[in-house]
């Protein structure tokens, strides 16, 4: 991962997707492949996890907590945060974002929330289902024997 403000070289190229293949990302959760899946069709060129923001330091000067959002959208310099948890544990991500927002004010970030994740499945006609917590929690589309998400 690079530091604040450091954007990868290769993720630069003009009009092409310049993310390795997706098997070979290690997406914390399920929905943030689908997301990216969803991205690559439109063609928007996305990173990653690319930056990770030190947000908490102690006495000494050494980060005890940083945050990573999950994508940057490279054509509108936008980081996009996914969380597919019920909106009542979303209380120490809102937190992150918020000390993020507060300690680098020139960084765009958008927060996707479950019901977010939910309308944009829906707008591309996938059927989703609720993962319970015990199992990881978010959503997930649903997906027939026959199909794999995003086809």
């Given amino acids: 991962m690079a530091a604040a403000g450091d954007i990868p070289e ?12 997706l098997d070979e990302i290690g997406f914390a959760h399920a929905s943030e492949r689908v ?13 990653y996890e690319p930056t990770t923001f030190p947000i908490e330091w102690d006495g ?4 005890i907590s940083a945050f990573s959002p999950d ?3 490279i054509d509108f310099d936008l980081y996009i ?10 209380t120490k991500k809102n937190r992150k974002v918020r000390r993020l927002k507060e300690l680098y004010p020139d960084i765009n970030i ?3 929330y479950q019901k977010d994740f939910r309308r ?9 289902e609720s993962i319970a917590h015990a199992d990881g ?7 027939s024997e026959d199909e794999e998400p995003g086809q």
Avoid at 10 to 21: D, E, F, L, Q, S
Avoid at 81 to 90: A, F, G, H, R, W
Avoid at 120 to 128: E, M, N, W, Y
């Fill in 81 to 90: 945060e996914l969380t597919t948890m019920s909106q009542k544990l979303v």
């Fill in 35 to 47: 997301a990216a899946e969803i991205l690559d069709f439109y063609r928007i060129r996305w990173e």
């Fill in 110 to 112: 958008k927060v996707f």
């Fill in 137 to 143: 929690g978010g959503v997930l589309p649903t997906v």
């Fill in 10 to 21: 290769h993720a630069v190229h003009a009009g092409t997707i310049t993310h390795p293949p």
């Fill in 120 to 128: 944009l499945l829906a707008r591309f006609g996938v059927a989703s």
């Fill in 60 to 63: 000494k000067g050494n980060v």
């Fill in 71 to 73: 994508f940057y959208l």
